[in-house]
């Protein structure tokens, strides 16, 4: 017989005044503990029931809250113990440099009535075809206007003077020996910082090859690493030579 039933049909006791069930305390505790004791037979010796729930979680007591459902994502790291230091987790490493390529932007240049095997000085561009010469710049390297910009846009910069010596001692100043145009984007390539500096041996060895060797003057004189460095060799152009 079901427990729930048998309890009630041990502790139910006809009234005097009616049919109404009395639960009498003493017989009340029999019952239990009768209940209790079959209970515990029938899982000692048969084990839970195929399905059978388990026992559900406990109301959390006066003054006590409810601890909230583990994450499913994994654990935060431990705090280093005292006295440790911790291994700094090193960034991604730099991309392959890529010698200069023929750029891709002489229809654009053409487009805008700029000659790109002849060009001018900026400051000899007007208005309008100075601000789409500046839309080049922005493509090649990946950036936005207030890469050389403040929000006054006559305003001097660093970066706007590196761009004007770029143009002027670069893109104007150098050609590629294999022929097509060197501009911005033949050795940005859409990124603004492309020069691997982790070992200046090898960049040094990359720079010979790449703007020595595959390179030559505009203006037709001999073409080495003072050509850009200067005499004595500066290696920091932009914070020293272009300053």
Request: proline share 12%.
């Given at each position: 017989?079901?427990?729930?039933?048998?309890?009630?049909?041990?502790?139910?006791?006809?009234?005097?005044?009616?049919?109404?069930?009395?639960?009498?305390?003493?017989?009340?505790?029999?019952?239990?503990?009768?209940?209790?004791?079959?209970?515990?037979?029938?899982?000692?010796?048969?084990?839970?029931?195929?399905?059978?729930?388990?026992?559900?979680?406990?109301?959390?007591?006066?003054?006590?809250?409810?601890?909230?459902?583990?994450?499913?994502?994994?654990?935060?790291?431990?705090?280093?113990?005292?006295?440790?230091?911790?291994?700094?987790?090193?960034?991604?490493?730099?991309?392959?440099?890529?010698?200069?390529?023929?750029?891709?932007?002489?229809?654009?240049?053409?487009?805008?009535?700029?000659?790109?095997?002849?060009?001018?000085?900026?400051?000899?561009?007007?208005?309008?075809?100075?601000?789409?010469?500046?839309?080049?710049?922005?493509?090649?390297?990946?950036?936005?206007?207030?890469?050389?910009?403040?929000?006054?846009?006559?305003?001097?910069?660093?970066?706007?003077?590196?761009?004007?010596?770029?143009?002027?001692?670069?893109?104007r100043g150098l050609a590629l020996d294999g022929?097509?145009?060197?501009?911005?984007?033949?050795?940005?390539?859409?990124?603004?910082?492309?020069?691997?500096?982790?070992?200046?041996?090898?960049?040094?060895?990359w720079m010979q090859e790449s703007y020595v060797?595959?390179?030559?003057?505009?203006?037709?004189?001999?073409?080495?690493?003072?050509?850009?460095?200067?005499?004595?060799?500066?290696?920091?152009?932009?914070?020293?030579?272009?300053?």
């Amino acid at each position: 017989m079901p427990f729930a039933p048998l309890v009630r049909a041990l502790v139910r006791v006809r009234s005097k005044g009616g049919e109404a069930p009395v639960v009498r305390s003493g017989v009340l505790a029999g019952a239990v503990a009768a209940a209790a004791l079959a209970a515990s037979v029938t899982t000692t010796a048969c084990g839970p029931g195929e399905g059978a729930p388990g026992p559900g979680p406990r109301a959390p007591g006066p003054g006590e809250t409810t601890a909230p459902p583990p994450s499913a994502s994994a654990p935060e790291p431990l705090p280093p113990a005292s006295g440790t230091t911790m291994t700094p987790v090193p960034g991604p490493p730099p991309e392959p440099m890529k010698p200069a390529q023929p750029s891709a932007m002489a229809d654009k240049l053409r487009e805008i009535g700029v000659d790109p095997t002849a060009l001018p000085p900026l400051n000899k561009l007007d208005a309008k075809t100075l601000r789409d010469v500046m839309n080049t710049f922005t493509k090649a390297l990946g950036v936005k206007c207030s890469h050389c910009h403040e929000k006054d846009f006559r305003a001097p910069t660093a970066n706007k003077k590196i761009a004007t010596h770029m143009w002027n001692d670069f893109t104007r100043g150098l050609a590629l020996d294999g022929g097509g145009l060197l501009y911005c984007d033949s050795c940005h390539g859409g990124r603004a910082q492309f020069l691997d500096r982790t070992d200046l041996r090898a960049l040094g060895a990359w720079m010979q090859e790449s703007y020595v060797d595959k390179m030559r003057r505009a203006d037709k004189k001999d073409h080495g690493c003072e050509t850009c460095h200067g005499d004595p060799f500066e290696g920091k152009i932009l914070t020293k030579l272009w300053k």
